[in-house]
C-alpha cells in the first residue's frame, strides 16, 4: 500500500498534532506548551514554504487509500506552497500572541490549545490536498475544529447563537463543494486531481459550468462573500482574539484558494462570464462590507465587516485574471492574479494585527464597544502604536502593504479596457467602486482608532486600562513591521508570486515596481515604494523645519481642555454612532438604519423628561429579503413534513413498505 513520503513539508503538520496532544497535558502547561508547538510548526512552515517558491517546483508527497473508493494524497506546488507561508505567518503572530493573551483567557485552555493547532493543521492539510477525499477530510475538518474555536465561550448565549449559525453555513458550504466535486467524478470517472487537471480542457461547457458556480457558491460561503457572509461578523468576534486573527487573516483565504484551485485548475478558467461574475461579487462584497463595517460599534465585528470589504477587493483581481484569461491575455492575466495573491498576504498580515489589536484593548478594557473606549492611546501605548500601522495598511495608505496591492489591482482593472468598450466600462465602474471602498475605509479606521485610543476614558474600564503583557505586543510589532516589508520591498513578493503565476497562467506579470519601473503591458502609471517613501520623509521633514524657522522654538504648555469655558466631559465627545450619521444618512437605502428614541418623564408630570433612551441599529437587506423569507418558507415546510410523524405504528410499516417497493421498481 503506497504511503505518505517522509518529505520535511510534513513537518509542520506533525508538530501542530503534537501540540494538540501537548494541549491535553494540563490546563495551563500543556496550553502554553501547545502554542510553543505551533509557534515552531509555524516557523518551520515558513520557512519551508519560502524554499519551495523560491525553488518553484512541484512534488507530491505522497498518497495511501482508505477505501477501494477513496485515496488520501498530498502535493505540493507553488500555489499550495505560497498559501502555507499565509498560514505560517499569521500563526506565528497568533501562537505567540496568545502565551500572553491565555491568562485573562477563561474556559477550557486544554480544549483551546488543542483545537489551536488542530485548526493550523486542517488548513495546511486543505492546500496540500491532491484528492477529492483529502480535501473533503481536511475541509470538514477544518469547518469543524473552528466551529469549536467559536463556541469557547459557549456559556454564552449569543456564543453559542454564533457558533449554530455558523455550523449551519458551513455545512452548506460542504453540501455545495461535495456536489461540485460529485459532477466531476461524473464526467472523469475519477477522484484525484491529477486526473481531474488533465481531463479539464475535454469537459463539456455545460458541466464546467455547473461546477464553477457550485464550487463558487461553496468558497464564497466559506469566504464571506455578499450575501454568503452572514455567519462571519457573527462567529469572528465569539471567538478568542487570536483564533478571530486566524479565522479573518487565514480560514478565509483557504476558501479563496479553493476557489482558485477548483475553478482555476480543475474546471477553467472557463468563459468570459465567470470573471465577469466573480468581478461583480467582489465590487458589492467590498462596498457593502466597508458601509456595514462603518454603521458597527463592537470593534471585533467592525473588522470581521472589513473581512467581508477586503475578500471583495481580493476577487476583483481574481474575477479580472479570469476575465483577462479568457480574452486571451496572459501577461494581463498574470497581473491580476498577482494583485488578488499580493492581497491575500497583505490582509493576512494586517487583518491579524488588527485582530490582535482588538484583543488587547478588550482584555485591558474589559469591552469591545467604542462607545465605553477612549484615552488609551496614553495608557496602551505600544498597542495604540501598532493598531495604528493596522489601520493605515488596511485603509491602502503608503507606504504600508494595503496601498501595493490596491494599486495593483487599479492597475489590474485598468488592463481591461484594451480587451475592448464593454470590458472598459465595467473595469471603470469596478475602478470607482474600490476607490470608494478605500474612502470609506479610511473614514471607517478614522473613526476605530479615533474613538478608541484618543479623547478621554468612556467608562472606568478605559480609565483603568493597561499595556499588555510582552509576548501580545511582540507578536503585534511582528505583524506591523512586516506591513512596512511588505509595503516597502513588494518585488520580493511578485518573486515569490512568478512561479504560482507561471503555474496557473503559463506567463510572468510585469508590474511596475521598484526604483527602476519594470516593463507593463497597459499604459498605467508605476510606483517605487522605497522613493515614495523617502518622498513622504522628506515632507514631513520639512514641514518640521519650516514650522520651526518660521515659529520659533516650540513651548509647551498643559492645561485641562475646555468648551466654551465648561470642563470637558467624556459625554462631551464625539461618539462613533454620531461620527458615523453622515455615512448612514447618505446610504441609508443600503444601510436601512432603524433608530427607537424612547422618552421617560418625570413621575409628577408629563411636561418634563427624566431620561432619554436611545436605540440605533442597522436592517442588513440581505437578512429582510432573502434569509428572513427562506427561514419562514423552512419551517413551514417542516411544519407539514412534521404531520408525517403522526405516532401511528400502521403508518410507520406503510412508509417502510412504500420505500422497499420503490427501491425494487427503481433497482430492477
Same mark, same amino acid.
Given at each position: 500500500m503506497p504511503t505518505l513520503n517522509a518529505h520535511p513539508f510534513l513537518a509542520p503538520v506533525a508538530l501542530y498534532l503534537l501540540g494538540s496532544a501537548i494541549a491535553l497535558i494540563g490546563r495551563s502547561v500543556g496550553a502554553k506548551l501547545s502554542h510553543l508547538t505551533a509557534l515552531a510548526a509555524g516557523l518551520l512552515g515558513a520557512a519551508l514554504s519560502l524554499?519551495?517558491?523560491?525553488?518553484?517546483?512541484?512534488?507530491?508527497?505522497?498518497?495511501?487509500?482508505?477505501?477501494?473508493?477513496?485515496?488520501?494524497?498530498?502535493?505540493?506546488?507553488?500555489?499550495?506552497?505560497?498559501?502555507?507561508?499565509?498560514?505560517?505567518?499569521?500563526?506565528?503572530?497568533?501562537?505567540?500572541?496568545?502565551?500572553?493573551?491565555?491568562?485573562?483567557?477563561?474556559?477550557?485552555?486544554?480544549?483551546l490549545g488543542a483545537a489551536y493547532n488542530g485548526f493550523l493543521a486542517s488548513m495546511v492539510l486543505v492546500v496540500l490536498a491532491d484528492s477529492v477525499f483529502a480535501f473533503l477530510f481536511a475541509w470538514e475538518a477544518m469547518s469543524l475544529v473552528s466551529f469549536f474555536l467559536v463556541i469557547h465561550h459557549h456559556r454564552q448565549d449569543e456564543v453559542r447563537r454564533a457558533g449554530y449559525i455558523y455550523l449551519v453555513m458551513t455545512h452548506v458550504s460542504t453540501a455545495f463543494l461535495l456536489a461540485g466535486y460529485m459532477v466531476l467524478f461524473a464526467a472523469t470517472g475519477s477522484l484525484e486531481f491529477a486526473d481531474l487537471r488533465a481531463a479539464a480542457p475535454t469537459l463539456p461547457a455545460l458541466t464546467r459550468d455547473l461546477v464553477f458556480l457550485l464550487a463558487l457558491v461553496a468558497f464564497g460561503t466559506k469566504a464571506g462573500v455578499i450575501p454568503l457572509h452572514v455567519w462571519l461578523p457573527r462567529a469572528h468576534p465569539a471567538a478568542p482574539s487570536h483564533v478571530s486573527a486566524l479565522m479573518s487573516g487565514v480560514m478565509i483565504k483557504v476558501a479563496l484558494y479553493g476557489l482558485l484551485r477548483v475553478g482555476w485548475e480543475l474546471a477553467g478558467p472557463g468563459p468570459a462570464w465567470w470573471g465577469t461574475l466573480i468581478l461583480a461579487l467582489g465590487a458589492v462584497s467590498a462596498v457593502l462590507g466597508v458601509l456595514y463595517a462603518l454603521m458597527e460599534h463592537d470593534l471585533k465585528r467592525l473588522l470581521a465587516y472589513h473581512s467581508v470589504e477586503n475578500v471583495g477587493i481580493i476577487l476583483m483581481g481574481f474575477g479580472a485574471a479570469f476575465l483577462l484569461a479568457s480574452l486571451g491575455q496572459p501577461v494581463a492575466a498574470a497581473l491580476a492574479l498577482l494583485a488578488g495573491l499580493y492581497h491575500v498576504l497583505n490582509h493576512a498580515v494586517f487583518k491579524g494585527l488588527l485582530f490582535l489589536g482588538a484583543g488587547a484593548v478588550q482584555q485591558a478594557a474589559q469591552t469591545r464597544d467604542l462607545e465605553k473606549l477612549g484615552g488609551l492611546?496614553? !495608557?496602551?501605548?505600544?498597542?495604540?502604536?501598532?493598531?495604528?500601522?493596522?489601520?493605515?495598511?488596511?485603509?491602502?495608505?503608503?507606504?504600508?502593504?494595503?496601498?501595493?496591492?490596491?494599486?495593483?489591482?487599479?492597475?489590474?482593472?485598468?488592463?481591461?479596457?484594451?480587451?475592448?468598450?464593454?470590458?472598459?466600462?465595467?473595469?471603470?465602474?469596478?475602478?470607482?467602486?474600490?476607490?470608494?471602498t478605500g474612502g470609506l475605509a479610511a473614514f471607517c479606521f478614522v473613526k476605530a482608532f479615533g474613538i478608541a485610543f484618543l479623547?478621554?476614558?468612556?467608562?472606568?474600564?478605559?480609565?483603568?486600562?493597561?499595556?499588555?503583557?510582552?509576548?501580545?505586543?511582540?507578536?503585534?510589532?511582528?505583524?506591523?513591521?512586516?506591513?512596512?516589508?511588505?509595503?516597502?520591498?513588494?518585488?520580493?513578493?511578485?518573486?515569490?508570486?512568478?512561479?504560482?503565476?507561471?503555474?496557473?497562467?503559463?506567463?510572468?506579470?510585469?508590474?511596475?515596481?521598484?526604483?527602476?519601473?519594470?516593463?507593463?503591458?497597459?499604459?498605467?502609471?508605476?510606483?517605487?515604494?522605497?522613493?515614495?517613501?523617502?518622498?513622504?520623509?522628506?515632507?514631513?521633514?520639512?514641514?518640521?523645519?519650516?514650522?520651526?524657522?518660521?515659529?520659533?522654538?516650540? !513651548?509647551?504648555?498643559?492645561?485641562?481642555?475646555?468648551?466654551?469655558g465648561i470642563d470637558l466631559e467624556p459625554s462631551m465627545q464625539y461618539s462613533a454612532t454620531a461620527l458615523a450619521k453622515p455615512v448612514r444618512i447618505i446610504f441609508s437605502w443600503i444601510v436601512r438604519p432603524h433608530r427607537e428614541v424612547e422618552l421617560v418623564h418625570e413621575p409628577e408630570t408629563p411636561y418634563f423628561v427624566s431620561a432619554v433612551h436611545y436605540d440605533a441599529s442597522v436592517h442588513p437587506v440581505y437578512e429582510h429579503f432573502l434569509y428572513a423569507p427562506a427561514v419562514r418558507s423552512l419551517l413551514a415546510l417542516a411544519q407539514q413534513i412534521r404531520t408525517l410523524q403522526n405516532g401511528s405504528l400502521r403508518t410507520y410499516l406503510a412508509y417502510l413498505c412504500a420505500t422497499l417497493v420503490f427501491v425494487l421498481l427503481l433497482t430492477r
Open positions: 524554499q519551495a517558491l523560491l525553488e518553484g517546483s512541484s512534488m507530491g508527497l505522497g498518497s495511501f487509500s482508505v477505501a477501494p473508493f477513496a485515496t488520501i494524497s498530498l502535493r505540493l506546488d507553488p500555489l499550495a506552497a505560497y498559501f502555507v507561508l499565509v498560514i505560517s505567518i499569521v500563526g506565528i503572530a497568533a501562537s505567540l500572541y496568545a502565551l500572553g493573551y491565555l491568562a485573562g483567557e477563561h474556559g477550557s485552555l486544554a480544549g492611546i496614553h !495608557r496602551m501605548p505600544w498597542t495604540a502604536a501598532t493598531f495604528l500601522v493596522g489601520a493605515a495598511a488596511i485603509s491602502a495608505l503608503p507606504p504600508l502593504n494595503g496601498f501595493v496591492s490596491e494599486w495593483l489591482t487599479y492597475q489590474s482593472l485598468l488592463s481591461l479596457s484594451a480587451a475592448g468598450p464593454a470590458a472598459g466600462i465595467g473595469a471603470a465602474i469596478a475602478a470607482g467602486l474600490l476607490a470608494l479623547g478621554m476614558p468612556r467608562s472606568e474600564n478605559a480609565e483603568k486600562a493597561r499595556e499588555v503583557a510582552p509576548p501580545m505586543l511582540l507578536a503585534m510589532a511582528f505583524l506591523a513591521l512586516l506591513c512596512f516589508v511588505l509595503g516597502l520591498l513588494p518585488t520580493l513578493v511578485v518573486r515569490l508570486l512568478d512561479p504560482v503565476t507561471l503555474a496557473l497562467v503559463g506567463a510572468s506579470p510585469q508590474p511596475s515596481l521598484g526604483l527602476a519601473p519594470l516593463s507593463v503591458p497597459v499604459r498605467t502609471g508605476s510606483l517605487a515604494p522605497l522613493a515614495l517613501f523617502g518622498l513622504l520623509a522628506a515632507l514631513a521633514g520639512l514641514g518640521l523645519i519650516l514650522a520651526r524657522a518660521m515659529g520659533g522654538p516650540g !513651548r509647551s504648555r498643559i492645561a485641562q481642555p475646555w468648551s466654551c
